[in-house]
C-alpha cells in the first residue's frame, strides 16, 4: 500500500524558514517523481514544486521560486521541501504528492504551515 | 500560465441525477488533464486521467469528456458518498495548474 507521510509543520513567523519532510512507503520511491501541493484554509489548490526521480530536474511556479527547495533522498525514501523568507500567503496545507506521469496519483494526508507573528 | 476556469463553483443534484462539471484551459493542453475529488478533511482523490480514463477502483458512474478545450466530468447517477470538492488539473506545461474547484452536494 502506497504510504506518504508528511511532517515538519508548525507556526512560523514571516520571514522564518521551514523544512517539511515527506516519508514515502509501499512502492519503489527512487522510480517516481515527486511534488508538493499546497491548499490554503477553505481555498483550492496549487501546485508548489516537482523533482524528477533521480533529481536531475525540478520545478516550481513563479509565486515561490527562489525562496522554496524541492530535494529527494532515495536512500531514505524522504521528499523535502525547504522553505525560507516565509510570507503569511504561505500559510497552507502541504500535500507531498507521486507522480506516475504528468499527474498526482497518491497523496499524503498533509502538515500545516502557518506564518505568522 | 495556462488558466484552468472551471464551472460551476457550486452544485446541487438529487440522488440518480446526471451532474456536469466542466474545466475549460486557456490553451490547447492535449488532454493532459485529470479529476480529483476531495472531501472534507481528507487528501484529493484521483479520479480521472488522460481526460477520459477512469482510475481502477472509481465507480463507472463517473466519466470524462473533452471537446477542444472544454474538459466535462460527468456524474451519471448521483450517490451520497458522490458530495465533495471536485477539481480538474492541467498537466500538459508547467507552471501546472488546477482548476477553482466546485462543491457538489446533495439536493
Known amino acids: 500500500e502506497v504510504q506518504l507521510v508528511e511532517s515538519g509543520g508548525g507556526l512560523v513567523q514571516p520571514g522564518r524558514s521551514l523544512k517539511l519532510s515527506c516519508l514515502a512507503s509501499?512502492?519503489?520511491?527512487?522510480?517516481?517523481?515527486m511534488n508538493w501541493i499546497r491548499q490554503a484554509p477553505g481555498k483550492g489548490l496549487e501546485w508548489v514544486a516537482s523533482?524528477?526521480?533521480?533529481?536531475?530536474?525540478?520545478y516550481y511556479p513563479d509565486t515561490v521560486k527562489g525562496r522554496f527547495t524541492i530535494s529527494r533522498d532515495n536512500a531514505e525514501n524522504t521528499l523535502y521541501l525547504q522553505m525560507t523568507s516565509l510570507r503569511s500567503e504561505d500559510t497552507a496545507l502541504y500535500y507531498c504528492a507521486r507522480t506516475p506521469n504528468y499527474y498526482f496519483d497518491y497523496w499524503g494526508q498533509g502538515v500545516m504551515v502557518t506564518v505568522s507573528s | 500560465d495556462i488558466q484552468m476556469t472551471q464551472s460551476p463553483a457550486s452544485l446541487s443534484a438529487s440522488l440518480g441525477e446526471t451532474v456536469s462539471i466542466e474545466c475549460l484551459a486557456s490553451?490547447?493542453?492535449?488532454?493532459?488533464l485529470v479529476w480529483y475529488q476531495q472531501k472534507p478533511g481528507k487528501s484529493p482523490q484521483l479520479l480521472i486521467y488522460a481526460a477520459n480514463r477512469l482510475k481502477d477502483g472509481v465507480p463507472s458512474r463517473f466519466s470524462g469528456g473533452v471537446s477542444g478545450t472544454q474538459y466535462s466530468l460527468k456524474i451519471s447517477g448521483m450517490q451520497p458518498e458522490d458530495e465533495g470538492d471536485y477539481f480538474c488539473?492541467?498537466?500538459?506545461?508547467?507552471?501546472?495548474?488546477f482548476g477553482s474547484g466546485t462543491k457538489l452536494e446533495i439536493k
Open positions: 490553451e490547447d493542453i492535449y488532454s493532459y
Open positions: 523533482i524528477s526521480s533521480s533529481s536531475n530536474y525540478v
Open positions: 488539473l492541467q498537466g500538459s506545461k508547467f507552471p501546472l495548474t
Open positions: 509501499g512502492f519503489t520511491f527512487s522510480n517516481f517523481g
